[in-house]
Antibody
Framework: QVQLQESGPGLVRPSQTLSLTCTVS??????????WSWIRQTAGKGLEWIGH???????NYNPPLNSRVTMSLDTSKNTFSLKLTSVTAADTAVYYC?????????????WGQGTLVTVSS | QSALTQPASVSGSPGQSITISCTGT?????????VSWYQQYPGRAPKLMIF???NRPSGVSSRFSGSKSGNTASLTISGLQAEDEANYYC?????????FGGGTKLSVL
């Protein structure tokens, strides 16, 4: 079965770029018509969808984050990645990657275990 | 402030049934049948329980069911068990985004 695992720095300085990678095992990110999503969770704002990428590299981002987000695929490593620029303390969150259904937004499963990213100097 | 509105908490006794509501608008819950529900234990990742309003993924107990009327979706858990105590989140597609509810803490008394 498909499993996902996030990786990346746990601490990012303000104004810098947050970079995370999601490694997919048990299936290829290019098989099927799924999207591959990033979601974050904070105690204050709850769950927030960041965006997704499909097997062709086409992306959709949450409009409020659109100017700061870039997602990409590495098919040779079966991974997809998130970059979030100009981070502030408000970007401190647990970041999850997840497989999304073949229709935009119909389901997210499974999720990775999540990784805490703290933005602090 | 979350896009979808859920009660902060609900509670029930073992064996009882409870329903968690998720209220959106005619631009999200009311417009599309892409409503899903997630169960989350503290410190763990969310788990899909219901998708496309009423469908259960393989492996999810039939005690979990979903429905929708207008701009409000609902998750019903019948025959409550202690293991059902968790946080539950609804989600909906909106044409430009995926939005979530603020979460409901279910206590099994």
């Amino acid at each position: 079965q498909v499993q996902l695992q996030e990786s990346g720095p746990g601490l990012v300085r303000p104004s810098q770029t947050l970079s995370l990678t999601c490694t997919v095992s048990g299936g290829s990110i290019t098989s099927g018509s799924n999207y591959w999503s990033w979601i974050r969770q904070t105690a204050g704002k709850g769950l927030e969808w960041i965006g997704h990428i499909d097997a062709s590299g086409s992306t959709n981002y949450n409009p409020p984050l659109n100017s700061r987000v870039t997602m990409s695929l590495d098919t040779s490593k079966n991974t997809f990645s998130l970059k979030l620029t100009s981070v502030t303390a408000a970007d401190t969150a647990v970041y999850y990657c997840a497989r999304e259904g073949t229709n935009w937004g119909n389901w997210l499963a499974p999720w990775g275990q999540g990784t805490l990213v703290t933005v602090s100097s | 402030q979350s896009a979808l509105t859920q009660p902060a908490s609900v509670s029930g006794s073992p064996g009882q049934s409870i329903t968690i509501s998720c209220t959106g608008t005619s631009s999200d819950v009311g417009a599309y049948n892409f409503v899903s529900w997630y169960q989350q234990y503290p410190g763990r990742a969310p788990k899909l329980m219901i998708f496309d309003v009423t469908n259960r993924p393989s492996g999810v107990s039939s005690r979990f069911s979903g429905s929708k009327s207008g701009n409000t979706a609902s998750l019903t858990i019948s025959g409550l068990q202690a293991e059902d105590e968790a946080n539950y989140y609804c989600s909906s597609y909106t044409s430009t985004n995926i939005v979530f509810g603020g979460g409901t803490k279910l206590s099994v008394l």
